[in-house]
C-alpha cells in the first residue's frame, strides 16, 4: 500500500472529522477543524491512498512553541508506518518556523501513541492531572526540543 503526504486544506476538514469519530471518544467536529486550518498558526497533514484520507496530523506554532493537537489514523490504515511519516512531516514543518520545541499530551494508558511518539524522539517531561474526560485519565506530556534541551526527565510525583 503506498500513501502520499500533503498539507490540508478546509476542504478535507469533513475527512478529518471522519476520522475523529474513529479515533476519539470526544472528537473536534468538521466546524472546528476548518476554523483550526483556517487560523493561520496551524499545520495540519493528511495521507492519502487512493484518493482516501487514510490518517492525519494536526498542530499550531505560537512564539516558537509547536503543539501538536492530535494524529489519527483510521483503524483500517493502521501498522503501516503512516502516523511516523505525518509526524515526520510535522516536524520537517516545525522546523522550518523556528519552533524551539514541540509538546504534545497523551493518555497515560494509549501505549501505541506512546510508542509511537518515543520511536520519534519525543521524550517524558510531565504530567498533567486528570486531563482526559470520557474516560477521566492523566495525560502525561511529551516533548521533542531542538534547542539541544532534548533529555530523559523524570516526573516528581511530589508535583501531582
Ligand atoms: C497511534 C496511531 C496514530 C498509530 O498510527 P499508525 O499509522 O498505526 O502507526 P505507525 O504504523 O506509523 O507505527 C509506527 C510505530 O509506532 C508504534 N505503534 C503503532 N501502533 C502500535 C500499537 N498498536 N502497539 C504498539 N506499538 C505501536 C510501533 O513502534 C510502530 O512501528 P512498527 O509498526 O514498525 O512496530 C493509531 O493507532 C491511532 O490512530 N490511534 C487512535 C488515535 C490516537 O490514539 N492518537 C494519538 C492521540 S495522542
Redesign the pocket.
Known amino acids: 500500500m503506498s500513501f502520499e503526504i500533503t498539507r490540508l486544506t478546509e476542504e478535507s476538514s469533513a475527512a478529518v472529522a471522519e476520522i475523529e469519530k474513529l479515533?476519539?471518544s470526544k472528537p473536534w467536529s468538521e466546524a472546528t477543524v476548518a476554523s483550526e486550518i483556517k487560523s493561520g498558526f496551524s499545520d495540519f497533514f493528511g495521507a492519502f491512498s487512493e484518493g482516501e484520507l487514510a490518517?492525519y496530523i494536526g498542530g499550531r506554532t505560537i512564539a516558537g512553541e509547536t503543539e501538536i493537537f492530535?494524529?489519527?489514523?483510521s483503524p483500517k490504515?493502521?501498522?503501516?508506518?503512516?502516523?511516523?511519516?505525518l509526524i515526520e512531516k510535522f516536524i520537517e514543518a516545525a522546523r522550518k518556523k523556528d519552533t524551539q520545541v514541540i509538546f504534545?499530551?497523551?493518555?497515560t494508558s494509549?501505549?501505541?501513541?506512546i510508542?509511537?511518539y518515543e520511536?520519534c524522539g519525543f521524550v517524558f517531561c510531565g504530567i498533567r492531572k486528570d486531563y482526559y474526560t470520557d474516560p477521566k485519565e492523566n495525560a502525561l506530556l511529551m516533548r521533542l526540543a531542538f534547542d539541544g534541551t532534548q533529555e530523559y526527565e523524570e516526573w516528581d510525583d511530589e508535583d501531582e
Open positions: 479515533c476519539f490518517g492530535n494524529v489519527a489514523v490504515f493502521r501498522r503501516k508506518g503512516i502516523a511516523k511519516a504534545l499530551e497523551v493518555r494509549n501505549l501505541p501513541a510508542t509511537l520511536k
